[in-house]
């Protein structure tokens, strides 16, 4: 496994994700700018290796994803529903991109949980996907402890 | 037929979602129990008949895991179908729940005609 394959990972699960389950078109991916400063989203993982996720949105991507998830109006949407949405969506893009690269492994999510949107994640960067959601923006990103033992052969199989 | 389904899940909004999804999947629902974790779920089915569950493995008080197990142990309860829905795609999970009694499993992400297939083989219903 190698970094590029990790970014790979990351950036199909992000897109597999809203396409499916928050029936939303293929992204724009954005190059490296500022991150979105809304609603972060975090989470810790056990596996081989172990590591952590963390989700940004601004406002505007999170509560369209929200609205598209939930088939309510974004407007009428509270607060507590768009951080359970992202709390959602971190989960399961993680796990995605997990089940891709530790496909023989067992892993273990811990509960997604909102975190400052301000403070960001201490620690050597990790791959990070950026791309563009209805108004705003979103930013994955995932950090890993050590790199992954997999060869990129059983990646691609 | 319409058919009487218990959802566990510690997510509201992920419960909301799944109902949403089999209802626009054209899969016909009569009547939808919902559950926070596997003892709610187990409360639920002491009181209402369902035909399926679809539930989550990561909760609280008794997990998915812990759930299947009981649902196993009760011989009133062990002939409903159970699905699990989650997103550890990892060969290891899978193999672990459909030994303690899973009879399908759904990977999110997944699309509307997922589930509801799911649902149907489950269920045996016979294809159109």
């Given at each position: 496994m190698t970094e590029q394959s990790i970014d790979t990972a990351l950036a199909e699960s992000v897109q597999e994700v809203l396409?499916?389950?928050?029936?939303?078109?293929l992204l724009d991916p954005v190059g490296d700018g500022p991150p979105p400063m809304g609603i972060a989203?975090?989470?810790m993982f056990d596996g081989d290796p172990p590591g952590s996720f963390r989700l940004d949105l601004d406002v505007p991507a999170a509560r369209s994803a929200a609205a598209?998830?939930?088939?309510?109006?974004a407007e009428e949407l509270s607060v507590e529903q768009l951080n359970e949405v992202v709390c959602e969506l971190a989960n399961m893009i993680c796990?995605?991109?997990l089940s891709?690269?530790?496909?023989?492994?067992?892993?273990?999510l811990s509960k997604p949980v909102i975190v400052s949107a301000a403070e960001q994640t201490q620690g050597p960067a990790g791959a990070s996907f950026q791309a563009a959601l209805g108004s705003g923006l979103l930013r994955a990103e995932i950090r890993m402890e050590r790199p992954?033992?997999?060869g990129i052969d059983e990646y691609e199989s | 037929m319409a058919y009487r389904v218990l959802i566990a899940d510690d997510s509201p909004v992920m419960r909301l979602f799944i109902r949403r999804v089999i209802e626009l999947s054209?899969?016909?629902l009569s009547e939808c129990f919902e559950a926070s974790?596997?003892?709610?779920?187990?409360e639920t089915l002491r009181s209402e008949w369902v035909d399926a569950i679809l539930t989550d493995i990561n909760m609280p008080v008794v997990d998915g895991e812990e759930f299947l197990r009981r649902l196993a142990a009760d011989d009133m309860l062990k002939s409903i179908p159970a699905i699990v829905i989650s997103t550890d795609a990892t060969r290891n999970r899978i193999d672990r729940l459909m030994a303690l009694g899973a009879r399908g499993y759904v990977t999110k992400p997944f699309v509307p005609e997922t589930l509801r297939a799911e649902l149907e083989r489950t269920l045996g219903v016979p294809c159109d």
């Open positions: 396409e499916k389950m928050f029936f939303i078109d989203a975090e989470l598209d998830f939930l088939g309510e109006d796990g995605s991109v891709r690269i530790e496909s023989k492994a067992t892993i273990r992954v033992c997999l | 054209g899969f016909e974790n596997g003892e709610e779920a187990l």
